[in-house]
C-alpha cells in the first residue's frame, strides 16, 4: 500500500494540473478508510451554473473521470440542486452531512480550491460509513493541502499574466491530456492496482495518448487585424486594455471547459469539442462577428482572422497550429476580418496558393 510520502511524491511529480484531481482522490482513498470521493466542479451552460462530477473513485475499485470537453452540460445536475456543495462554497468551510442518522453514514464537503476564478471553483466530496476520527481528518486535511499548493504554482506556470488565459507553454502540455475520454472506459487502466496508471501517471507517453483522441476536436488560431500598426499608433497601454477586452469577448463566447490560451502578441487560440465542421465554423463566426461589432476604447473596431483545423489522432501542437497559421495566412492574404477552416482551403484548392506569412510569436 503506498505511503503518505509516496502520494505527495505523485502529487508534486506533476507538471499540469489535468491529473492532480484523479491523484488527490486515489491518495485520499489509499490512506483514509472513507467509502467514496468525488471531486465536482461548476460548469456553465449558457449563464447556467451546473455540477460536473469530474472524478469518482471508490474504495471497492470502482469508479470514472470524466472529460469536461465532450460532457453534455445541458444534462449535468444545476447549481441548486446540490444545496450542501452550494453551502460549502457560500461559507469556504467543510460541511458535514449525516445522512442515515447520527451514527450512519456522513458526507463531508470541502471547498476544493481557495480563492480561484468562477470558472476553477469546486467541491471535494467525502463519503465515508460514519464519523471520521482525528487521523483521518488531519490526513485529509493535509494532502488536500499539498494539492492546492500544486495547484496554484502550476497555475502560474501555465497562465499569461496579462489575460489569465492558458500560455503557449499549457498548450503544449497539456494537448494530449485535454482529450483524454473518460477512464471508466478504460477498464484495465482503472482496475489497476498501480496508482500511477490510474492517476494518468505523467510518464505516460504521448504516443498512447495519441490513439484516444477522439475525431471532433478542433484547435483555431485567432489573429487580431493589423494588430502593430494600431499598436504603434495608439500606444502599447492601450493594445492591453483592448486585449483584456478580446479576452473577456472570448470567455463570453466559448463554454468554461474549453481551452482558451493566449499565444503572445495579437495570437490567441481555442481548443474545443464539436460534433462536426460546419458547428465549429458557427461558432467561430460568432465570436468573430461580436469582435467586429464591439466599440473599443479609441481605436473604436477592432477585427480578427480566425483559422481552425480538426485534431488528428497523430498530431502534435505544433503540426496543429501549424495548419491554423496557414488557414489565417490566407484570410489576411483575401481581406481579413473572416473565418477560414485549413480543411475547406483543402477542399477548395487553395492549399498550394497559401503561403506562410509568419511564424506563431511566443511571448513568456
Not at 109 to 136: K, N, Q
Not at 251 to 272: I, K, P, Q
Not at 343 to 357: E, K, N, T
Request: hydrophobic share 40%; aromatic share 6%; charged share 25%.
Amino acid at each position: 500500500m503506498p505511503t503518505l510520502i509516496d502520494h505527495l511524491i505523485r502529487l508534486t511529480d506533476h507538471r499540469d494540473r489535468e491529473p492532480l484531481d484523479l491523484s488527490l482522490a486515489k491518495a485520499l482513498l489509499d490512506l483514509t478508510t472513507i467509502q467514496r470521493v468525488v471531486i465536482a466542479r461548476l460548469m456553465v451552460d449558457e449563464e447556467q451554473k451546473r455540477w460536473l462530477d469530474k472524478v469518482t473513485l471508490d474504495a471497492g475499485g470502482g469508479g470514472k473521470v470524466v472529460d469536461p470537453l465532450r460532457v453534455n452540460l445541458k444534462r449535468l445536475p444545476r447549481l441548486d440542486d446540490e444545496p450542501d456543495r452550494v453551502r460549502c462554497l457560500r461559507d469556504n468551510a467543510e460541511i458535514e452531512v449525516a445522512w442515515a442518522g447520527e451514527d450512519g453514514p456522513r458526507i463531508y464537503y470541502h471547498p476544493l480550491l481557495d480563492e480561484v476564478r468562477d470558472d476553477e471553483r469546486g467541491v471535494l466530496e467525502i463519503h465515508a460509513s460514519g464519523t471520521l476520527d482525528d487521523g483521518a481528518r488531519q490526513i485529509i486535511a493535509q494532502v488536500h493541502h499539498v494539492y492546492r499548493n500544486m495547484h496554484v504554482l502550476l497555475a502560474y506556470s501555465d497562465h499569461d499574466p496579462l489575460t489569465g488565459l492558458l500560455n503557449r507553454k499549457s498548450l503544449d502540455d497539456t494537448f494530449y491530456s485535454a482529450m483524454l475520454e473518460e477512464l471508466s472506459g478504460n477498464s484495465s487502466a482503472m482496475a489497476s492496482s498501480d496508482p500511477a496508471a490510474v492517476a494518468g501517471d505523467a510518464q505516460v507517453a504521448a504516443s498512447e495518448r495519441r490513439h484516444r483522441v477522439p475525431p471532433n476536436y478542433w484547435l483555431a488560431t485567432i489573429s487580431v487585424d493589423h494588430f502593430q500598426l494600431l499598436n504603434d499608433k495608439h500606444g502599447h497601454l492601450l493594445m492591453e486594455e483592448n486585449t483584456l477586452l478580446i479576452t473577456r469577448i472570448m470567455n463570453n463566447t466559448f463554454r468554461t471547459h474549453d481551452r482558451l490560451y493566449r499565444l503572445g502578441g495579437d495570437r490567441f487560440a481555442v481548443m474545443f469539442h464539436c460534433p462536426e465542421e460546419s458547428l465549429a465554423q458557427n461558432l467561430l463566426e460568432r465570436l468573430r462577428n461580436s469582435i467586429e461589432r464591439f466599440s473599443f476604447p479609441q481605436i473604436s473596431r477592432a477585427t480578427v482572422s480566425i483559422g481552425f483545423t480538426r485534431i488528428q489522432a497523430d498530431d502534435t501542437p505544433d503540426a496543429a497550429l501549424e495548419r491554423t497559421e496557414q488557414a489565417i495566412d490566407y484570410a489576411q492574404k483575401n481581406g481579413r476580418n473572416q473565418v477560414c477552416s485549413h480543411a475547406g482551403l483543402l477542399r477548395r484548392g487553395f492549399f498550394g496558393m497559401v503561403q506562410r506569412a509568419g511564424t506563431v510569436d511566443v511571448f513568456d
